[in-house]
Structures are given as structure tokens and as C-alpha cells.
């Protein structure tokens, strides 16, 4: 059964630390890895990952994929309270819709 | 403003009600999802369109009816729901289906079941 494992799944740190978050993944056919941010209602696309060991960078935001290990984690550095949010990591399997993992929710508090 | 607009952005049903939420894109996309998002879950998937057909059902009670009239607009029909079918339901829009396409979501809408 494909399935998208996300770690931690809650996270509390303070106004300019780095936080690392997980994804781990199994599926058939994998095609990319997606990373979305949800702060209030609509998850906002961040970043889609398909090759190992590129990175994808957003300011302070970065991912990478890992195709041999299955996992992908993403980076925030230097937080701010506006990164509090609920991040989701979706694999994208060839010819089916996204499967979602839980999330990790972070708060980043001043 | 997303591209993606849901229609309402709350609603209160009871179990014998009907409703219907509402979700259009502006982007020209062609494929639409309709998805329940419940505390401590993934996102699940409920029904796909694809050119305005139906290509993705998963498992999804009968009380839960999708419309896609053209492929700028999805409904989601609602009728004998139940107290657990309380939930965020997103609407999501991507280019095509099954290919490399990120996901554009709505805003979603907040159902209570009472």
C-alpha cells in the first residue's frame, strides 16, 4: 500500500532557529515528491522535487530528495512566526492523483 | 485569491439536508479533485476529474455526489450526511492529471454536520 509518513508531526521552536522536517515514502511508480505549506485554509504549492540530490531553494526555504533512501526533507532557516503553518508532503505516483502524508504542524513563537 | 474559489466558505447542514459546495477555476487547468481534509489525517482524496470526466472514486460514500459540468467548475452534492462527515473540504485544480502537475487548492469549505 503507497504511503507518505511525515515526521514530526508537531514542532515548536523559537524566532530564528532552523527546523528540519521529514518525509519518508513508499509508492509504486513514483514520479515526484511535493512539499505544500497550509496556514490558514489552502495549502500553497512550495516546492516539487523529482531528481536525488538537487536542491530546490525559496529564500529560506530548501528540499531535497533522497530516491534511494525514500525520504525528502525540508528546511527552513532563520524561522519567523509567519513560517508557523501546517507543511505537507504529497508523492506524486505515475497515473493516480497526490497521496498526502499527516503533516507536521510548526509554531515558531517570538 | 488563489485562481481556485470555493463557495461557501462555511456551512452548518443537519443529516436530512441538501447542499451543495461549490468550486471554479480560473486557470485553464484540466483536471479538478475534490478532497476531505479531517484533524490528525492526510488529505483524502475523494473523486478526480480529468476533461470533465470522472477518473478517480475512492471508496466514497454514495451521500457524496460529484458534478463537473465543464472543466472550470466541480460540485460537490451533499445529502443524509453524518456527524463525521464534518470536515475542510478542498477543491484542488492541476494542468493535466497523472503527470508531473503541482496541485492549486481553493480555500476550501468548513462543514459541521449536526
Known amino acids: 500500500e503507497d504511503k507518505v509518513v511525515q515526521s514530526p508531526l508537531s514542532l515548536v521552536v523559537h524566532e530564528g532557529d532552523t527546523v528540519t522536517l521529514n518525509c519518508s515514502y513508499e509508492v509504486t511508480n513514483f514520479r515526484s515528491l511535493l512539499w505544500y505549506k497550509q496556514e490558514k485554509k489552502a495549502p500553497t504549492f512550495l516546492f516539487m522535487l523529482?531528481?536525488?540530490?538537487i536542491e530546490k531553494k525559496s529564500g529560506r526555504l530548501s528540499s531535497i530528495l533522497d530516491k534511494k533512501e525514500l525520504f525528502s526533507i525540508l528546511n527552513i532557516t532563520a524561522t519567523q512566526t509567519g513560517d508557523s503553518a501546517i507543511y505537507l508532503c504529497?508523492?506524486?505516483?505515475?497515473?493516480?492523483?497526490?497521496?498526502f502524508g499527516k503533516g507536521t504542524t510548526l509554531s515558531v513563537s517570538s | 485569491e488563489t485562481g481556485v474559489t470555493q463557495t461557501p466558505r462555511h456551512l452548518v447542514m443537519g443529516m436530512t439536508n441538501k447542499k451543495s459546495l461549490k468550486c471554479e477555476q480560473h486557470l485553464g487547468h484540466n483536471a479538478m479533485y475534490w478532497y476531505k481534509q479531517s484533524a490528525k489525517k492526510p488529505l483524502e482524496l475523494m473523486f478526480v476529474y480529468s476533461l470533465e470526466e470522472r477518473v478517480e472514486n475512492n471508496s466514497v460514500p454514495s451521500r457524496f455526489s460529484p458534478e463537473c459540468p465543464n472543466s472550470s467548475h466541480l460540485f460537490l452534492h451533499l445529502h443524509t450526511l453524518q456527524p463525521e462527515d464534518s470536515a475542510l473540504y478542498l477543491c484542488?485544480?492541476?494542468?493535466?492529471?497523472?503527470?508531473?502537475?503541482?496541485?492549486?487548492f481553493g480555500n476550501g469549505t468548513r462543514l459541521t454536520v449536526t
Open positions: 484542488a485544480s492541476s494542468q493535466d492529471f497523472g503527470v508531473n502537475s503541482p496541485l492549486h
Open positions: 523529482t531528481s536525488s540530490g
Open positions: 504529497a508523492v506524486c505516483p505515475a497515473g493516480t492523483a497526490l497521496i
